[in-house]
């Protein structure tokens, strides 16, 4: 269903990012932020999952500033590799990738002619948090267990979009103190909380909770259809 297209930030850097598109005029668009495994078979799949909805989907590839092509699978190894992976990212002088989530908005919203959303998983949720706090062009915005986004500093900040996020009660890597104290600091937020693990939504690890995945699904494209409809 999709194919790999050429993206240009506005700096002129050059990105692939995965293009699904649906069989009639899309309803909306929605931008699909990676895990630290890159644009990889689930990734994609999310994105052919939303073109089958009616939504036109753009992933771009957000480690391409720092390696091309990155496509993991969830070994420990793929696990370290993603985690330096990211971190080279978040160590690029600012704005870092942000340009290039912005040129995934931009060539959304041109090629589908309607709203866009955006939604991103475990750190694309951190960078989905950022996305409606600082880009343009958005109307909603629905990070899964964002990693980092609960956080003092990024829970300071401020949407400019409507927001719903997911996390898991369980997840080790954002303590649910956290996500208590993050629900607090954003009134505004729709947070939801479920009794499953970091990555609950991709059927490719095994923390996967199909209960978990399937609510927050629905969840989501009853979100994006009230926002991008």
């Known amino acids: 269903m999709g194919q790999f297209v050429d993206l240009k930030s506005a700096d002129g850097f050059v990105l692939p990012a995965w293009v699904a598109e649906p069989d009639a005029p899309p309803r909306g668009a929605v931008v699909v932020l990676q895990e630290i495994f890159g644009v990889n078979h689930h990734i994609r799949a ?134 208590q104290a993050f629900d607090r600091a954003q009134p505004g937020v729709e947070v939801h909380v479920y009794q499953a693990d970091h990555g609950f939504n991709c059927d490719q690890r095994g923390s996967y909770d199909e209960a978990a995945a399937l609510a927050a699904r629905d969840r989501t494209l009853a979100f994006f259809d009230k926002h991008l409809g």
């Open 46 to 179: 999310v994105a052919d999952r939303f073109a089958a909805r009616g939504y036109l989907a753009v992933a771009p590839s957000t480690f391409h500033r720092v390696q091309p092509g990155v496509d993991m699978g969830y070994t420990s190894d793929d696990m370290q590799a993603g985690i330096a992976l990211k971190a080279a990212v978040e160590g690029l002088p600012a704005p870092g990738v942000m340009p290039d989530i912005q040129a995934a908005i931009d060539y959304a919203a041109e090629r589908s002619g309607r709203k866009v959303g955006i939604v991103g998983f475990c750190w694309g949720g951190l960078l989905t948090w950022r996305a409606a706090c600082t880009l343009t062009g958005l109307s909603a915005a629905v990070p899964y267990y964002g990693g980092g986004m609960t956080t003092p500093e990024e829970a300071a900040r401020q949407p400019q979009v409507p927001v719903l996020a997911h996390f898991g009660e369980r997840d080790h890597w954002i303590p649910l103190d956290s996500v």
